[in-house]
């Protein structure tokens, strides 16, 4: 073709023009989901005939075909995946000269329905790797450790604060057993979704209160299930409770040694009166 130019979706939903050649005329940059080119090519998955349209008393059609034989675009393939319209690809004449032939037709369709699969699998992985990243952000910005443990208790997944609370390195947890991190005697199938509160042992000996809360689930290529662990620091709020009983102790402390005093003074002015 003397003109192949390609239009790809934004995420504002417009098709924008990311490819031309040189002979392509003055083409739109960008078409709207709503305009009338898009439309039609989201009603089809056939390549769409300029000339075809142009002779159609459909005023739509017959404005659009005029439209594409003004800029020199003989034919359009819709780039269609799944019922979603994932581009367009226009095509000016042959440099031979020669039209377009039925076979001409069944390879652009042809190339058309492969080309969309391909962008549709490109869309899907972009979405599932960002979703990952996200994913991956939120695990190492939470306060409660995570932990994911394979059926053959291997940890697949271990964020920032499982190691805080663990006391172990990070980039070196993964693919290690319970043992390996400080966890052999974690009751896993005992553990439920209401969590317990246990005293956790580091690896270096110290020890943490933590709630453990245990949600079994099954990854798709697995038959036996996996776990999810989530250890949540109870340390800070043991001390506090501590210093809560120790401040209640000394207030009754305090309250204590004012009655004494109290009853001191009664038995002085008590005396006085005698003497």
């Known amino acids: ?17 990311v490819s031309d050649t040189a002979e392509c005329g003055d083409l739109p940059q960008a078409f709207h989901r709503g305009d009338p080119l898009p439309y039609l090519a989201q009603a089809t998955d056939d390549v769409i005939l300029a000339d075809e349209l142009r002779r159609r008393r459909d005023g739509t059609a ?7 034989v003004a800029l020199g675009v003989l034919l359009v393939i819709p780039l269609q995946a799944g019922g979603h319209l994932s581009g367009l690809i226009a095509l000016g004449e042959k440099r031979s000269g020669d039209m377009y032939t039925a076979d001409d037709l069944r390879l652009l369709r042809i190339l058309g329905t492969q080309a969309a699969v391909a ?27 995570v932990i994911a443990i394979d ?24 693919f290690k057993q319970l043992a390996e991190i400080g966890l052999s005697g974690l009751p ?29 689930f099954i990854r798709r290529w697995d038959v036996e299930q996996s776990h999810l ?3 949540r620091d109870l340390t800070t709020l043991r001390e506090l409770e501590q210093q809560k009983v120790q401040a209640e102790r000394f207030s009754s402390m305090g309250a204590m040694e004012q009655a004494l005093r109290l009853h001191l003074l009664l038995l002085q002015f008590a005396q006085r009166g005698q003497v």
């Open 151 to 174: 059926p053959q208790g291997r940890v697949i997944t271990f964020n920032e604060a499982a190691a805080r609370i663990l006391e172990v390195e990070h980039d070196t947890a993964r």
């Open 1 to 17: 073709p003397s003109c192949i130019a390609v239009y790809l979706p934004e995420r504002d939903g417009r098709l924008v023009l």
């Open 119 to 145: 962008l549709d699998n490109v869309r899907h992985y972009e979405e599932m790797v960002a979703l990952n990243a996200y994913h991956a952000r939120l695990l190492q910005t939470m306060q409660d450790g």
């Open 62 to 68: 017959h404005e659009v075909g005029m439209q594409l």
């Open 229 to 231: 662990v989530v250890l």
């Open 188 to 216: 896993l199938d005992a553990l439920g979704e209401s969590g317990a509160d246990l005293l956790l042992t580091t690896r270096t000996g110290r020890q943490v209160p933590a709630l453990v809360t245990v949600t079994p």
